[in-house]
């Protein structure tokens, strides 16, 4: 590994949080108006359709929607006829792929079938409304009625017509992208107004039309569990790894989520249908507070055809909407009032309902966060390490230089100029501020890098229902992302990393190489000599379109369109920009040691030329179906994507400066015009398959099959010219090149699961997937004159397998519980696309064996329990029940270590340059176990017409230590044992020279938190 002058090395361990500094590299129906109540026209539409069905059999299954035909019962078997029907399904999903998107669902289907209770034949002609919407539909001559393009979210469902008596279903949940089947047992009646019979109702456990993994979580799934934000949620699912150390190019204020063995970058994050995601790095920094989601779908196999460029999994968020009444939340929560509260501050309140109190067509949401914390990633170790010549600092367990200041915020507005039209206008605001402790920066606090994260969200949507059977929508967005990370003084300002002529940045002691100097140093302090800002932004436009075409068939298909604006600066040595001459004027110096585009050598934005702004783009077609007949359900589709960098590219990779020597016009020193030519053009074919089947009324079946394609991360297509001409000249320290003619990243998965509920209040589920992955981008060394340099290459192959387990129980007294297991092995030949750094640096010979990823962790264990008493439960004292309206929640997570490869001992902390000596297989060895168990108490009580909860929450009950990553030599994340060698000996000799080694061993970074305590009150109306 090559260092830069001045002997700072670019290479980075890549120990918890320490990445900076590393080598670079989604028939007109009329709604309510539809309900029928004439006694005459019933009898006609009755006799015209000639009902003559057998008596209903059996009575109605919660465990599967309360919606089991009683066909089903009789035979599993499809007549011939419907085996045509099935084929006429499947063919018509490869024929309409007309279009499709990188953006997520917001609405569900409700159907169902009304029957008579007594007699068991269907009832035509019903009314079935869902009031809040003021939307509804009408059963046809069998009973059946569909309303398709529903909100997500809860609501009530009321079916009546003259002669029999009302029913309503209350909390009836939709779920975004699914089907919720809900059938009706009406009771006929001679009177006239007949109170409405009210049931309760509740989610279905088994979603009879999933023929993938999905898992559904709403917002009150949540509300008492011991987490904040939905990536916390998301990380209890079987087959999601909370990956908590940064592997890639640029840290992260959050924990990754690795779903399935695959990349980081493989995993979509929707909001409110928009995707979340930099398309530079692939990676999502937006927040959510707990109290706006009103639903999450998190989906790891299956993905239908309308979901590409996603090779993993998909999360998609659902916010809530505003509706007719006013309603809202303020919520408080503070660390513990103690010397070790970590500074935690968390406020958010949410507000929603009509625009104004007479509009009730126009409704609002909106709902903001502010965090303040004063140690982002707390450490168990950080109290163990203070020292004397620190004083006040580490000894009341907070890190210092690590704080985060974030805001967030999510609002929309709907207007409905009808039950069956809504525009909806929102977007999303995210900023964090946040500095990163370092441990070879103990000694210089103050300069430790410092982040800035900006993405915020703008859309708009426009949906038209059609008929209750049928709808179109059109959506249009802007998204941007944009970060700065820089030295924690000078940060911004490129003027402020200069030093006078004569002068260089200070870098550390050599005799010890383990802390950058501090103020203390006679020289001054180092200052993070990186500077990055990059920006992304683009425009998407999308469009959709479903239909009911009968019973049993729905097909949908959409398309859409994004227009990328890429920005990216990163001097290498920013500390040599500019220097201060004798007049303290600042003269450019350094002008070619930086990666940019979309910027000049100075960071201003510029808008032309070879190095201007990058303008990828990328669209995509999909048409799917979906068949239900008898209990099967069949997903089938096709979907096709465009990507073009819309860039140029290097006509010769081995003579880059002079691709035609017969040109005299073609200059061996600098990269001409012909020395390039456009980028390459990719289109893409990837068929969807899903089946979901019953074996008995208790337990479905499904599998399916897919090929998925997704975009290399943008930030590894492009190159500033102008700095790869700089070192295919010169040559020197190690850097990675874009490669605009990379190709999709592709991966074939299979599938199989199965569901089963024992009793109705109870579901197991068992899932086994394998994934096939191939062209996953790789560095790589390019031979060529006059000096090597490395690119990307689609080179790198993984294979990913596992078994999902769950187990689920509803509300049985006052107990719920769920539990899941999983057992995956994820190899492959990289981790990511900067794996192979060192080999491509070295030129050394690439691995061709797969071996265990970075984040193959072979066990994972999750587990809930809810203990809960509702209002006037609970032992009664003098006539008060104390405890009613409050509860407990514990969540238990249990997981295997991560892998590493084990090498000799040698000094694992030193900021020189080392070189580890393997002495076993890459990543053969595994940490240790990690396990947590969380707590959250917490009590309502009745305020005026308002509900006030107050709570505790223990983070790590019982104060575990749990290790991050270990140091490769030893296995332990304590020490080394360098000082143990006689190396060591020789190196650090004295007192003062072991003790200060020790500290740079004894890194917080390694360890997680221990045991945090915070106190919360909300008040909601």
Known sequence: MASKPGGETRHSRHLGD?????????????????????????????????????????????????????????????????????????????????????????????????????????????????????????????????????????????????????????????????????????????????????????????????????????????????????????????????????????????????????????????????????????????AINNDAIEEIVVQTGGFNAEYGRVQSGAINIVTKDGRDKYFGSAEGILGEFKSRSRGYKNFNASLGGPLAPSMKKVNFYFAGERKDVEDRRPSILTADVADPSQPGLFE??????????????????????????????????????????????????????????????????????????????????????DRIRGDGVAFDDLKKYAFPVGQADPTFDPTEAIFWFGPD??????????????????????????????????????????????????HYFPTQLYEIDSTGAYIPKNTQDVDRYGYDAFGNEINGGLDGPKHPKVASLYGQTKYERLGLVVNAGLRFDYLTPSTQALRSETTPLQSDASDSTNLASKLDPQDLQSSKVYRRLSPRLGIGFPVSDQTLVHVNYGQFFQQPNLQD???????????????????????????????????????????????????????????????????????AFSSYRNRD????????????????????????????????????????????WTASQPPKMATPLAFDQRHKVSGNFDYRLAKGEGPAWHGNRLLEN??????????????????????????????????????????????????????????????????????NLFNRDNIRTVFSGTGDALTTNFLSTDEGQATYSTADAQRRFILAERSPNLHDAGRLIRFGAKVSF
Not at 414 to 427: A, E, F, R, V, Y
């Open 18 to 286: 320490s990445s900076v500094g590393q080598v670079r590299g989604a028939t007109r129906g009329r709604g309510l108006e539809g309900t029928v109540s004439n006694a005459k026209v019933r009898r006609e539409l009755g006799r015209r359709a000639e009902i003559r069905l057998r008596h209903r059999e059996g009575a109605e299954d919660p465990r599967i929607g309360n919606s089991v035909d009683p066909q089903r019962r009789r035979t599993m078997l499809l007549r011939p006829r419907d085996g045509l029907v099935l084929g006429a399904a499947i063919v018509m999903a490869g024929a309409i792929f007309f279009s499709g998107a990188a953006w997520a669902g917001t609405t569900g289907q409700l159907s169902g079938v009304v029957h008579d209770a007594k007699t068991g034949e269907p009832v035509a002609i019903a009314s079935v409304a869902i009031p809040d919407l003021k939307r509804g539909a009408v059963t046809d001559a069998q009973g059946n009625y569909v309303i398709l393009n529903v909100p997500a979210g809860k609501y009530s469902v009321r079916v009546s017509l003259l002669g029999y008596v009302p029913v309503v279903r209350e909390n009836v949940e939709i779920i975004p992208d699914f089907s919720t089947k809900l059938d009706f047992n009406v009771e006929s009646t001679v009177l006239t107004n007949v109170p409405e019979v009210v049931i309760r109702g509740e989610r279905p456990l088994i979603q009879k039309d999933m023929t993938g993994s999905a898992k559904f979580l709403s917002g009150d799934d949540i509300k008492y569990q011991p987490l904040r934000g939905y990536q916390d949620a998301v990380a209890q699912q079987s087959g999601v790894v909370n990956f908590k150390l940064n592997i890639d190019n640029e840290a992260q204020n959050n924990n990754t989520l690795i779903v399935r063995g695959g990349r980081p970058n493989e995993v979509a994050y929707y909001v409110d249908g928009f995707s979340q995601q930099d398309p530079l790095t692939g990676v999502s920094t937006t």
């Open 396 to 481: 009341n367990g907070v890190l210092p230089s690590n704080t985060s200041k974030t805001w967030s915020g999510v609002g929309k507005i709907s207007i409905k100029p009808s039950p069956l039209q809504t525009l909806k206008l929102g977007g999303t605001f995210n900023q964090d501020k946040w500095q990163q402790y370092q441990n070879p920066y103990r000694f210089d606090l103050a300069h430790a890098p410092r982040f800035r994260d900006k993405n915020n969200s703008l859309y708009g949507t426009w949906n038209h229902s059609l008929s209750t059977r049928s709808y179109y929508e059109i959506k249009a967005n802007y998204f941007l992302t």
């Open 521 to 570: 140093n006679p020289s001054g302090a180092h200052v993070f000599d990186d500077f990055l800002h990059r920006k992304s932004s683009y425009i998407g436009f999308a469009g959709d379109y479903a239909n009911q075409i009968s019973k049993d068939v729905q097909v949908k298909f959409g398309g859409d369109y994004q227009r990328h604006t890429l920005r990216y600066y990163d």
């Open 717 to 787: 297509l492009y190159v500033s010219y102008a700095f790869l001409e700089h070192k295919v000249r010169t040559g020197g320290y190690f850097v990675g090149f874009g490669n605009p003619n990379l190709k999709p990243e592709r991966t074939t998965a299979y599938e199989i699961g199965i569901a089963h509920t024992p009793t109705d209040r109870s579901r197991v589920e068992a899932t086994a997937y394998y994934k096939d992955v191939k062209d996953l981008v790789e560095i790589t060394n390019i031979p060529s004159q006059p000096n």
């Open 797 to 840: 192959f993984a294979t990913i397998k596992g078994l999902d387990f769950s187990y689920t129980l509803r509300r049985v007294g006052h107990v719920a519980m769920s539990a899941s297991y999983s057992l995956a092995w994820a190899t492959g030949t990289g981790s990511v696309s900067q794996t192979q750094r060192n080999i491509a």
């Open 886 to 955: 409050s509860g407990i929640n514990v969540l238990l997570n249990a997981a295997s270590g991560f892998p590493y490869t084990p090498t000799r001992i040698y000094n694992e902390v030193t900021l020189a340059n080392v070189a580890a000596q393997p002495i076993g297989p890459i990543n053969s060895r595994y940490g240790p176990w990690t396990i947590t168990m969380d707590l959250k108490a917490n009590k309502g009580i009745p305020l005026g017409g308002k509900d006030l909860d107050v709570y505790l929450w223990v983070l």
